[in-house]
């Protein structure tokens, strides 16, 4: 009777979590009529971590997007991160991003656009029968490079300022001792340096499926489903396929 109990139990937060998905996508990709556009995207990526105590660890993520399948190139992002496991339920994150934005799609850049941005994370991880459940909350500060029309392209001479705030709710289901299945959705709020005027940035829907291979490397093959504010007239939606190495290694 206690583990049927325990099962509902699981089976009940479950249901709430994905209702609350749902719920998120519907808000989030409810565009009003304004303008929207787009086309295929295709994203590599290559993730890397390095455990180097118990609560410790290193890591870097490098990702290569590309617009209109391989087309156009879309952005490159570097992003070097710390880990510390408060708990194993908590887990804290700091860590740097480059972001190089590239002309493509319907209403290209004059030039390439480079960010920098620093960020703090904290990851609360949960369980739910088999699945596993984590809230995933961080907060940017962004750096943002002006265009200069003197040289036609984009420096940091006058640095815009900006925060951004992002919650990612993924799942985890194990398939057999080596697939599992990852669905998250992710929404994104921006505003400026003074952390007001707040508005709604984007939302991604993911939904995956990954190998483990042994020795810390796993695959994901994934539909990434892609809506973003642009400006209060235009939104981007694109549908991308995204492949995600990852090697974690351990040193303790």
């Not at 265009?147 to 289901?173: A, C, G, I, M, W």
Request: proline share 4%; hydrophobic share 35%.
């Amino acid at each position: 009777m206690k583990m049927l109990t325990i099962h509902s139990k699981c089976r009940n937060a479950l249901w709430i979590h994905l209702l609350s998905l749902i719920g998120m996508i519907a808000i989030c990709n409810h565009t009003y009529g304004q303008k929207v556009y787009g086309k295929s995207d295709v994203w590599l990526l290559l993730l890397n971590g390095v455990e180097i105590m118990d609560q410790w660890s290193v890591g870097n993520e490098l990702h290569l997007r590309y617009d209109d399948g391989f087309r156009d190139k879309e952005q490159l992002l570097i992003r070097p991160f710390v880990n510390y496991k408060a708990s194993e339920q908590v887990v804290l994150s700091t860590g740097y991003t480059y972001i190089k934005t590239y002309p493509y799609g319907k209403y290209p850049l004059p030039a390439d656009k480079p960010e920098h941005n620093v960020w703090e994370q904290i990851t609360l991880k949960h369980s739910l029968g088999k699945a596993s459940v984590s809230h995933r909350y961080r907060m940017e500060q962004r750096f943002l490079s002006t265009y200069n029309p003197v040289n036609e392209d984009y420096d940091f001479s006058r640095t815009s300022h900006s925060n951004r705030f992002r919650y990612r709710l993924p799942l985890k289901y194990p398939i057999g001792r080596q697939f599992f299945l990852q669905v998250f959705d992710e929404f994104w709020i921006k505003s400026d340096n003074h952390l007001l005027n707040a508005s709604f940035d984007r939302n991604w829907m993911y939904v995956g499926i990954g190998r483990k291979f042994g020795y810390g490397l796993t695959l994901q093959l994934a539909y990434l489903h892609q809506n973003t504010r642009v400006d209060t007239e235009k939104y981007e939606r694109h549908p991308t396929a995204q492949l995600t190495m990852q090697y974690d290694l351990k040193l303790n």
